[in-house]
């Protein structure tokens, strides 16, 4: 069974320049959710997807947006980027039930804004 | 808001030997689970061990298990028997236990080498 997949996983932008993050859950998984990880901010949640619907988000500004796909695949995208939004962009993805409440991560998405 | 801290941001442990990794949290929730995640040099998260609040048994994983406090808000992790492949960044995380989604909080990282 494929894993969560998460392109590009490495990319290099300018600051002002805007960016879009594509995720592909395990087959049968609807739940995907974003995390952003910087050495200085740990590990923080930006937003929640179930059945194409933004089901929770995190305390990140409006330019930090996603959706989801009737396939159950994501994409997050910033805009008007800047120096402190360089960080390693995590997928995650889960079944509709939390019954375990594992969630399974991709290898992420390495920005890096200069 | 829950909050998740872990008070050591690195260790070391010598391969074969016992490492603890401490994390205690805070939630007023009365249900919930509660997770070690494993981030080895690729990057790549995953799942080590997790407990959900209300089992009073802490969990076991081979090698990996936990020692949960509920009423301290504690759940620290015990690694036996450390091996080389260990060497990561451990992350403790909460999640709440209700159809509101799958949203974890997570500690600030225990970086852990094993040594040869």
């Known amino acids: 069974k494929a894993g969560v997949t998460q392109t590009p996983r490495y990319l290099i932008k300018t600051r002002g320049q805007q960016v879009t993050l594509s995720c592909s859950p395990i087959?049968?998984?609807?739940?995907v959710s974003w995390y952003q990880q910087t050495p200085g901010q740990g590990l923080q949640f930006l937003f929640e997807?179930?059945?194409?619907?933004?089901?929770n988000k995190g305390n990140f500004p409006g330019r930090f947006s996603g959706r989801q796909f009737s396939n159950s695949r994501s994409e997050m995208n910033v805009s008007t980027l800047e120096l402190g939004d360089s960080a390693l962009y995590l997928c995650?993805?889960?079944?509709?039930?939390?019954?375990?409440?594992?969630?399974?991560f991709g290898e992420g998405s390495r920005l890096t804004v200069l | 808001a829950q909050t998740v801290t872990q008070s050591q941001p690195e260790m070391s442990v010598q391969e074969a030997e016992t490492v603890t990794l401490s994390c205690t949290y805070d939630t007023s929730e009365n249900n919930y689970y509660l997770f070690w995640y494993k981030q080895p040099p690729s990057r790549q998260m995953i799942l080590v061990i997790r407990q959900e609040a209300y089992k009073q048994q802490n969990a076991t994983e081979n090698r990996f298990s936990v020692n949960f406090q509920k009423a301290a808000k504690s759940f620290s992790l015990k690694i036996s028997d450390s091996q080389l492949g260990d060497t990561a960044m451990y992350f403790c995380?909460?999640?709440?236990?209700?159809?509101?989604?799958?949203?974890?909080?997570f500690g600030g990282g225990t970086r852990l080498m094993v040594k040869p």
């Open positions: 995650a993805s889960s079944r509709a039930t939390t019954d375990t409440g594992e969630l399974f």
């Open positions: 995380a909460f999640m709440t236990h209700n159809n509101a989604g799958n949203m974890l909080t």
């Open positions: 087959s049968g998984h609807r739940s």
């Open positions: 997807y179930f059945s194409e619907t933004q089901r």
